[in-house]
């Protein structure tokens, strides 16, 4: 569960956060490409606000990223705010989390991203070295954005 084990997961040191400027939707830039507006590249920082959380087993961080209401999916399982932010001091330690090819779709005061999360660590049964293949939608509200729903797919072993 790239929460268990990424949030082992969900994420903020002192961003400044941005607030919408009305733009309308945008179409995703090519992966590899640059977001071309700020609230983009305000929420991929965030995302990676995200890997060091899970890393630090900071609950106060994962407190501010997530909404009200937040939502997480991963594989069948599905979690309330409340359980993801018990599961972030849970027994696995998380030693690496890095983000890979991630994409910000944004519509107006939505950002969705997609992305590859890489965690390493140990857990009950050992070491672990884990792909999610995730899509995250944050919302901005009062000038601050936040995570309102996530979903993880947990790559099988040996898949890219």
């Known amino acids: 569960m790239r929460y268990a084990v990424a949030l082992a997961l969900l994420v903020l040191s002192p961003l400044s956060l941005v607030r919408a400027q009305g733009a309308p939707p945008a179409s ?25 959380g899970l890393v630090r087993r900071d609950t106060a961080r994962f407190q501010r990223l997530l909404a009200p209401g937040f939502v997480y999916t991963e594989n069948a399982e599905v979690m309330t705010r409340d359980q993801v932010l018990a599961s972030v001091v849970g027994s696995d330690t998380v030693a690496e989390a890095h983000n890979e090819g991630m994409v910000a779709h944004r ?32 919302v901005q509200s009062g000038g601050r954005w936040r995570i309102a729903a996530a979903q993880d797919y947990l790559a099988p ?3 890219p």
Not at 31 to 51: F, I, N
């Open 157 to 159: 072993a040996g898949q």
């Open 107 to 138: 519509f107006g005061a939505i950002v969705v991203v997609t992305g590859w999360l890489v965690v390493r660590g140990t857990g009950a049964s050992g070491a672990f070295d884990r792909r999610y293949r995730f899509t995250d939608t944050w």
């Open 28 to 52: 995703a830039p090519s992966a590899g490409a640059p977001p071309r507006d700020a609230a983009s590249r305000a929420v991929l920082a965030l995302e990676d606000q995200w890997t060091a």
